[in-house]
T-cell receptor, first 110, second 114 residues
Framework: NAGVTQTPKFRILKIGQSMTLQCTQDMNHNYMYWYRQDPGMGLKLIYYSVGAGITDKGEVPNGYNVSRSTTEDFPLRLELAAPSQTSVYFC?????????FGDGTRLSIL | DAKTTQPNSMESNEEEPVHLPCNHSTISGTDYIHWYRQLPSQGPEYVIHGLTSNVNNRMASLAIAEDRKSSTLILHRATLRDAAVYYCILRDPNSGGSNYKLTFGKGTLLTVNP
């Protein structure tokens, strides 16, 4: 199994650009999550989903949007990139225990 | 949410046991204690979790104090590959919306010396 796959691994954006971070899982998990991790800090929850068609805000949702049209995919959209969104983004999924994480997308906004 | 307190960093020698402490004095009766670790440039990975009894798996052991206000993650023989940030997290599976998420603090940075 591939587990949780995130693309791209690295990206540099200009201020004001938009992009979509892709996340897909092949474990048929209902729950999916997006976190961001700033340097030297723990992970902060951006959005989560408890199943296809259902999403909800986490701790730091401003500036982001998500959708969950299928069980497998949970893309994260940045509409107007800002320097404060420079971070490493992790996607995760789970059924019961535990959460399975992808390897992250390193995003820099200049 | 109940909070956890961990040392910022710890150091160990290869092939020696490591005891990583976590204080959670405001833990509720239904909070599970979870441990994850994050290797350099990787996403977090699950290590172990427990409620009241001590737990063992192939990666580590979890020792939970009788009053549940603290716990210790035990790596029996540290290897260089165990160098990572270790997160102690409380999660209540019956807490409604917060049931669905993990709240990560800064964790403990474990350095393993050869």
């Amino acid at each position: 199994n591939a587990g949780v796959t995130q693309t791209p691994k690295f990206r540099i954006l200009k201020i004001g650009q938009s992009m979509t971070l892709q996340c897909t899982q092949d474990m048929n998990h209902n729950y999916m999550y997006w976190y961001r991790q700033d340097p030297g800090m723990g992970l902060k929850l951006i959005y989560y989903s408890v199943g296809a068609g259902i999403t909800d805000k986490g701790e730091v949702p401003n500036g982001y949007n998500v959708s969950r049209s299928t069980t497998e995919d949970f893309p994260l959209r940045l509409e107007l990139a800002a320097p404060s969104q420079t971070s490493v983004y992790f996607c995760a999924s789970r059924s019961n225990q535990p959460q399975h994480f992808g390897d992250g997308t390193r995003l820099s906004i200049l | 949410d109940a909070k956890t307190t961990q040392p910022n960093s710890m150091e160990s020698n290869e092939e020696e046991p490591v005891h990583l402490p976590c204080n959670h004095s405001t833990i509720s009766g239904t909070d599970y204690i979870h441990w994850y670790r994050q290797l350099p440039s990787q996403g977090p990975e699950y290590v172990i979790h427990g409620l009241t009894s001590n737990v063992n798996n192939r990666m580590a052991s979890l020792a939970i104090a009788e009053d549940r206000k603290s716990s210790t993650l035990i790596l029996h023989r540290a290897t260089l590959r165990d160098a990572a940030v270790y997160y102690c997290i409380l999660r209540d599976p019956n807490s409604g919306g917060s049931n669905y998420k993990l709240t990560f603090g800064k964790g403990t940075l474990l350095t393993v010396n050869p």
